[in-house]
């Protein structure tokens, strides 16, 4: 299976700002990667599908002008939470589509804390 | 539309046997997957079904039912470790990669 890893592991912001999450395929080249989000108590919700070389694709409710995906390679999808808010305080995890009939493995995930 | 439910907590207790069920109506099917999630970390793969009937590994055993919509999670022997919360995911699309779209969770707890 794929081996993700997600960076950084914690963030604080102050309100307003902007921050930049990384998520590298180490062992697999990934045309698709999938960001989702995780409230306390709550579970996985997909944000957005992540495709190499072309726009993101946002599930309902998510804005795409406040995240920001790129995915510039095959092995690099960024995830840019634009002007954070305290509601966007989160558990965000990365995951890559490996080949068929695979599970998604995860990224360690993103601690966001916006003050 | 999409709707995975399975319960939101259980309780067990070590040594014993817990069956996590999860049931699941989506448009497009193509594999449910089971995830051990421990607080404040990412998911972990356990188990995967694609066809109907049951999947073991170790102690840890998966089973499905196309036709019911219904899949649950056998732990056997369990152990204090095994507390968390188990995921249920369905792979939404009708082709064997794509996103997975999950359940609530289920938080088990373990007591000695």
């Known amino acids: 299976g794929a081996v993700v890893s997600q960076h950084p592991s914690r963030v604080i912001c102050k309100s307003g700002t902007s921050v930049k999450i ?19 108590k709550q579970s996985l919700m997909l944000m957005a599908t992540s495709n190499e070389g072309s726009k ?6 998510v804005e795409k002008d406040k995240f ?6 095959l092995t690099l999808s960024t995830l840019t939470v634009t002007s954070a ?13 490996g ?7 995860f990224g360690n995930g993103t601690r966001l804390t916006v003050t | ?58 102690r840890f055993s998966s089973f499905l039912s196309r036709s019911k919509g219904y899949s649950y999670l056998l732990l056997k022997e369990l152990q204090m470790k095994d507390s968390a919360s188990y995921l249920c995911a369905v792979r939404h699309g009708s082709s064997n990669t794509g ?11 373990v007591k000695p």
């Not at chain 1, 080949?99 to 493995?105: D, Q």
């Not at chain 2, 404040?40 to 793969?45: K, L």
């Open chain 1, 22 to 40: 990384e998520c590298r395929s180490l062992d697999f080249q990934a045309t698709t990667m999938f960001w989702y989000r995780q409230f306390p």
């Open chain 1, 56 to 61: 993101a694709t946002y599930e309902q409710g």
């Open chain 1, 68 to 73: 920001l995906i790129n995915h510039a390679s």
């Open chain 1, 85 to 97: 808010h305290p509601e966007d305080s989160s558990f965000y995890i990365c995951s890559v589509e």
């Open chain 1, 99 to 105: 080949p068929p009939n695979s599970p998604l493995h």
């Open chain 2, 1 to 58: 539309g999409q709707n995975i439910d399975q319960p939101t907590e259980m309780t067990a207790t070590e040594g014993a046997i817990v069956q996590i069920n999860c049931t699941y109506q989506t448009s497009g099917f193509n594999g449910l997957f089971w995830y051990q999630q421990h607080a404040g970390e990412a998911p972990t793969f356990l188990s995967y079904n694609v066809l109907d009937g049951l999947e073991e590994k170790g």
């Open chain 2, 99 to 109: 996103k997975l779209i999950f359940g609530q969770g289920t938080t088990l707890q």
